[in-house]
């Protein structure tokens, strides 16, 4: 028996061996592998999803950072508000009624048009009125929103000038005499 | 899609038997050999525009079948104890070799054979792959698989024909 007669007879003694699957249940199984092969691709989409709204989330500013910023907010109201008591001060002291030669007066009175103004505060604002009231001022003192400048008589003054003529009494007075002449 | 599931159809009717035939030579059972053979087909039908461009899909098929059995037996093998996967003669269920459709003399005698070689006569004697072909489905070198070959004709030739036969032809 050579190697053509020894494959001859191992392949004739296969012709007995069919297989009866029918094509439709093999289409079938297709199927439930197609659904098999989704399910990776689905909970990879899955996860992109859930990672991108975890990252969206934690970027966000939330609660507790609103929270954050608005006692910052707060804190910086309480502040400017106390700067513009000290400066009220000095205005008033310089702004009172006098005649022309008491301490460089003016016979004019200055008006304040930031000074009480019903609505002015920004709702939500936490804006408190120092305690200490000032010794010469007659009037009750709302200061507007921190962050708007303030203007007087076509004078713009800004938190920062505010906050110097607040600490010195030199440049209060050197700002009282720009106010002056503006006035006049 | 039709014409995709008509091109498949005719495929499958086509190359059914021979994949068949070539997996029960490797594996030794038939009814595992249909199963293997039919998720193996149905894998084929899920990915069939790409395996109806491959040079061979009925040597897709067989290799997907045996690929398919042997992440069966390591999942098995993770929870019982079985035997190799080439020592199909010792598997309890391989009745192929007494009560199946095929000789069984000739069936022990594959069954025999190592399941390299086994691999090899089948691609080479049911799928008509040559050389080239049989070393890319098996992925071994085109001259090995003439070796497996000539090493398993040898055995078939030592356990199928009687020995004073083999004296008279020589």
Redesign the interface.
């Known amino acids: 028996m050579n190697d053509h007669d020894l494959i001859t007879a191992v392949r004739d003694s296969f012709t007995d061996v069919h297989s009866h699957t029918p094509v439709e249940r093999i289409v079938t199984r297709s199927r439930a592998v197609r659904a098999r092969r989704r399910i990776p691709a689905l909970a990879a989409a899955l996860a992109g999803t859930a990672a991108a709204v975890v990252a969206v989330t934690s970027l966000l500013p939330g609660p507790q950072a609103g929270g954050g910023l608005t006692a910052a907010h707060s804190l910086r109201a309480r502040l400017l508000a106390a700067i513009d008591a000290a400066r009220g001060d000095v205005l008033s002291a310089q702004g009172r009624p006098s005649g022309p030669g008491q301490h460089g007066g003016s016979d004019q009175t200055l008006t304040f048009p930031w000074y009480p103004r019903p609505g002015q505060h920004p709702p939500g604002s936490r804006v408190r009125l120092p305690r200490r009231r000032p010794a010469h001022s007659s009037t009750t003192r709302h200061p507007g929103h921190p962050s708007q400048p303030r203007a007087i008589s076509g004078m713009t003054v800004l938190p920062a000038m505010a906050r110097r003529s607040g600490r010195s009494t030199l440049a209060a007075g050197v700002r009282s005499c720009m106010l002056q002449v503006a006035c006049r | 899609v039709g014409a995709q ?1 008509l091109d ?2 005719e495929f ?2 086509g190359a ?2 021979e ?3 070539t997996v ?2 490797s594996v030794g059972d ?1 009814d595992t050999a ?1 199963e293997l ?3 193996a ?6 990915s069939w525009r790409k395996v109806s461009r491959h040079p061979a899909p009925a040597a897709w098929v067989v290799r997907t079948a045996l690929n398919v059995n042997i992440s069966r037996w390591r999942r098995r093998r993770r929870e019982v104890s079985v035997p190799d996967l080439g020592t199909v003669k010792d598997l309890p269920t391989a009745p192929g070799a007494t009560d ?4 069984p003399r ?2 022990a005698a ?1 069954l025999q054979l190592p399941a390299r070689q086994r691999q090899v ?1 089948a691609l080479r ?2 799928l008509d792959l040559d050389t080239g072909r049989t070393a890319e489905v098996l992925g071994v070198a085109p001259s090995m698989v003439k070796a497996h070959l000539a090493r398993a ?1 040898a055995a ?2 030592d356990h ?2 009687p020995t004073h ?1 083999q004296e008279r ?1 020589s």
Not at chain 2, 100 to 103: E, F, H, I, L, T
């Open positions: 599931r498949f159809a499958y009717r059914r038997d994949c068949l035939r029960l030579v038939q249909q053979v039919d998720e087909f149905a894998r084929a039908c899920a199946g459709p095929v000789d000739i069936m594959l006569i004697l049911f004709l078939l030739r199928l024909v036969e032809s």
